[in-house]
């Protein structure tokens, strides 16, 4: 056993019995979770070098380290894990799993936040004065772009007019 998910609530612990395991509200995942709010595939935990980690599967309601909403996180021993408002302490002795020295910092890596969040989702921003800002998608009855899409640097959309 590499550990064990306590609720904080009451009920019994659930045995931590392999190095991945699948949590969500299908029968195929290594542990169900019968609870509406939890998605089929919730999150995915990992044994890595003696520390467990967590990832969002895409959930719906998310997944929280400590009360934090989180997407991939290293999750150490006594913290608590909220999936989807359910509350769980994780409790596990990294030494017994393998651990040498100081926890490994945490996935995510600093210098996303050097990155500009467009930038980050492949979308072009006017850097020079002297250019038209770039707007893409369809215009809807009232003149306005709704959408915005990816586009190369050739391409320059115009503003809608718009009475003065």
């Given at each position: 056993?590499?550990?064990?998910?306590?609720?904080?609530?009451?009920?019994?612990?659930?045995?931590?019995?392999?190095k991945q395991l699948l949590?969500?509200?299908?029968e195929s995942c290594d542990i169900v979770l019968r609870f509406a709010n939890v998605s089929a595939h919730h999150c995915r935990l990992v044994l890595n070098g003696g520390y467990w980690y967590v990832r969002d599967m895409q959930s719906r309601n998310g997944v929280k380290v400590n009360g934090i909403r989180v997407q991939e996180k290293r999750v150490d021993p006594g913290d608590k894990l909220s999936i989807a408002k359910h509350d769980y302490?994780?409790?596990?002795?990294?030494?017994?799993?393998?651990?040498?020295?100081?926890?490994?910092?945490d996935d995510l890596p600093n210098e996303i936040m050097t990155?500009?969040?467009?930038?980050?989702?492949g979308l072009k921003s006017s850097d020079s004065k002297d250019r038209t800002p770039q707007y893409a998608g369809k215009k809807s009855a009232d003149g306005s772009f709704r959408r915005y899409d990816v586009m190369d640097d050739s391409e320059q959309?115009?503003?809608?007019?718009?009475?003065?």
């Open positions: 056993m590499y550990g064990e998910l306590t609720p904080l609530g009451g009920g019994d612990p659930i045995p931590l019995l392999k949590i969500g509200r299908r302490e994780l409790i596990y002795s990294p030494a017994d799993l393998g651990a040498v020295g100081p926890p490994p910092a990155e500009s969040l467009l930038s980050r989702a959309l115009k503003m809608p007019d718009r009475p003065v």
